[in-house]
Nanobody, 118 residues
Framework: QVQLVESGGGRVQAGDSLRLSCVAS????????MGWYRQAPGKERDFVAT????????YYAEAVKGRFTISRDNAKNTVFLQMNSLKPEDTAIYYC???????????WGQGTQVTVSS
C-alpha cells in the first residue's frame, strides 16, 4: 500500500506560481509512474502531467504545456508539480497518482485545492 499526501495548494492571482508536493509513504516511488490530475467544479478529473517510473519521460496536457513541470525526488519519496503563469482556468483540486501497470497498483491522494483569481 502507498499513501499519498498532497500539499502546496492555495489561492493566488493570475500570473503567479505555486509548487505542489506529493509525499508518499509505504513504498518507494521509484516503483511507480507518477502523475498529477485535476478536477474543476462540475467537471471530470483530467490528466495534467505524468513522469515515468524511470524518470526519463514526462508528458503534459496541452493546456499546461510550457507552464507546468513535473519532477520527482526519489530519495525523499516526493513528486512535485511546479506551476507557473497560472490562469483562472487552472482552478481545481489537484490530485497525485501513483501507478504501476505491471502490478495493477493505482493510488490516489486526497487532493489539494488551487484557486486562481483574475
Amino acid at each position: 500500500q502507498v499513501q499519498l499526501v498532497e500539499s502546496g495548494g492555495g489561492r493566488v492571482q493570475a500570473g503567479d506560481s505555486l509548487r505542489l508536493s506529493c509525499v508518499a509513504s509505504g513504498r518507494t516511488l521509484s516503483r511507480y509512474d507518477m502523475g498529477w490530475y485535476r478536477q474543476a467544479p462540475g467537471k471530470e478529473r483530467d490528466f495534467v502531467a505524468t513522469d515515468s517510473q524511470s524518470g526519463g519521460s514526462a508528458y503534459y496536457a496541452e493546456a499546461v504545456k510550457g507552464r507546468f513541470t513535473i519532477s520527482r525526488d526519489n530519495a525523499k519519496n516526493t513528486v512535485f508539480l511546479q506551476m507557473n503563469s497560472l490562469k483562472p482556468e487552472d482552478t481545481a483540486i489537484y490530485y497525485c497518482n501513483a501507478e504501476n501497470l505491471a502490478t495493477g497498483e493505482d493510488y490516489w491522494g486526497q487532493g489539494t485545492q488551487v484557486t486562481v483569481s483574475s
